[in-house]
């Protein structure tokens, strides 16, 4: 019997169902393979969470989960430790070497001008012909001013408080010294309108250039505070850390001991060796800084403000005292009983004779005392002299008043020069008190953060091959 040639086919075909017809400018799509299952999807949250389920079901697993913490905890307290440690050594490098001289500097600013009014009004008191020494102290006043306002003016940022006085300082400047150089002018002509022009230089110093030095002063002065509070804060995440990480070292050795029967793990021990180092350098070294500081803020710091104080004070009496020669009674209190510049230079010396009494009280050696009591010796005889061109002056002996406030011997300018000069040694030993202090203070957190993170790895390291030396022992 015969079959058709197609017959295979046919049945082939009556077996399968057809396919149905596919739209026009549709594309064919590829058909599924026959019998494949879609792949199972895990995400990788899934997959991390079975293998620390796994892991921490079995010792070697504990003891991997144990050596990464234990790593990651020493590791990140060196490295706390460092960022820490390195902030705080930075501001005492700033109370050093930055807020503390430009502090200095603006009361050396404040000084300078004070003096430069000073000796413009002494020569003008010594007549027509200022004399030449005068001439060269007051050119050495305003250089110097001039210099020390550059130099701030670097050091300072463009929006802060002390930018803002050295601005007006650098504008006001300038100004004052032409209205000096009018009162010279008319002072060598004989003419009254130089004690006007005199005068009115005065008042813009004391009005404008003093006001903005004093608070230029005064804002450094904050900074410098500002610095040594950040440099003797205690760094308690650094060392709440550290006590966290000794205790759970502690923890794991002990561990290690339940279930080995071993006393010690040389690398666990390692890293608490380490760790302990850390903490007590860190509480060594902190201690250093802040007694450095302290010592730093009583025997210099302070004593350098009241100082300071006492200089600004004495400049500022002197000032007064020739004013009240030059003005001649023309200027008076608000009450109008008596000479306005007397008045001011009683209230100036009150606040001396008070500002070297402290001084005397902070000076904790000979060498801060001898230069205070010089001082106060002689601002006594500056007083007396005082009184004694007063009373000269107001019994009619101007030219007798006048050589006891300008003269070279035994006049109250040469007691001003005396006490200004006992100040000046003042100073210079409670600056090298406070430098030596503060630099101890810095010197002590130098080498702590590098040391930190050196011990941190190293620790770190050691905590790890604890760990894989007691994992050897599985396998």
């Known amino acids: 019997m015969t079959h058709p040639p197609n017959a295979p086919a046919a049945s082939a075909a009556r077996g399968t169902a057809p396919a149905p017809a596919r739209p026009p400018g549709v594309p064919a799509q590829p058909s599924p393979a026959l019998g494949a299952a879609p792949p199972a999807v895990r995400g990788a949250l899934a997959v991390g969470r079975e293998r620390l389920r796994v892991a921490a079901t079995t010792e070697p697993g504990r003891l ?45 600013i404040y000084r300078s001008l004070a003096d430069a009014d000073t000796t413009a009004a002494s020569g003008f008191l010594a007549g027509t012909l200022e004399p030449a020494d005068s001439r060269a102290r007051y050119d050495r ?17 463009g929006s802060s408080e002390s930018a803002r006085e050295i601005a007006t300082l650098n504008q006001q400047l300038p100004r004052y010294t032409g209205l000096i150089e009018r009162a010279r002018a008319a002072n060598r002509q004989g003419l009254p309108l130089g004690g006007a022009y005199l005068r009115y230089a005065n008042q813009q110093m004391t009005s404008t250039l003093l006001p903005a030095a004093e608070r230029l002063y005064a804002a450094e002065t904050v900074r410098l505070q500002e610095d040594d509070a950040s440099a003797r804060t205690w760094p308690f995440v650094s060392l709440g850390l550290g006590v966290l990480t000794l205790a759970v070292l502690v923890w794991a050795q002990r561990r290690n001991y339940a279930r080995t029967h071993r006393v010690f793990n040389h690398g666990l021990l390692a890293a608490t060796a380490a760790t302990v180092v850390v903490v007590l350098w860190l509480l060594a070294s902190h201690m250093v800084a802040r007694s450095g500081l302290d010592s730093a803020r009583a025997h210099g710091q302070d004593s350098l403000q ?38 001011e230079y009683t209230a100036s010396m009150d606040a001396l004779t008070d500002a070297l009494a402290t001084a005397r009280e902070r000076a904790d050696d000979d060498a801060g005392r001898t230069p205070v009591d010089e001082a106060a ?23 007798g008043a006048l050589g006891r406030i300008v003269g070279s011997e035994q006049s109250t300018g040469q007691a001003f020069d005396q006490v200004d000069a006992a100040l000046e040694r003042a100073l210079a030993h409670e600056q090298v008190e406070f430098t030596r202090a503060a630099g101890d203070a810095r010197d002590a957190l130098t080498a702590l953060p590098l040391g930190a993170a050196a011990l941190g790895i190293l620790g770190a390291a050691g905590a790890v091959l604890g760990i894989n030396r007691r994992l050897a022992e599985y396998r």
Request: proline share 1%; hydrophobic share 45%; no cysteine.
């Open 64 to 108: 991997q989960i144990l050596g990464a913490v234990l790593a990651l905890l020493v590791v990140a307290f060196g490295a706390v430790t460092a960022f820490q440690v390195d902030d705080r050594a930075t501001a005492a490098d700033d109370v050093v070497s930055r807020s503390q001289p430009l502090s200095a500097d603006a009361a050396a």
């Open 141 to 157: 006043d305003i250089a110097t001013a001039a210099r020390l306002l550059v130099k701030a003016a670097a050091s300072t940022g």
């Open 306 to 343: 009241v100082l300071n104080t006492a200089r600004i004070s004495s400049l500022t009496a002197r000032a007064n005292e020739n004013l009240t020669l030059v003005a001649r009674g023309a200027v008076l209190t608000e009450d109008g009983r008596n000479d306005r510049y007397e008045a």
């Open 377 to 399: 010796s002689r601002t006594g005889e500056w007083q007396q002299r005082h009184k004694d061109a007063r009373a000269k002056d107001e019994a009619g002996d101007f030219d």
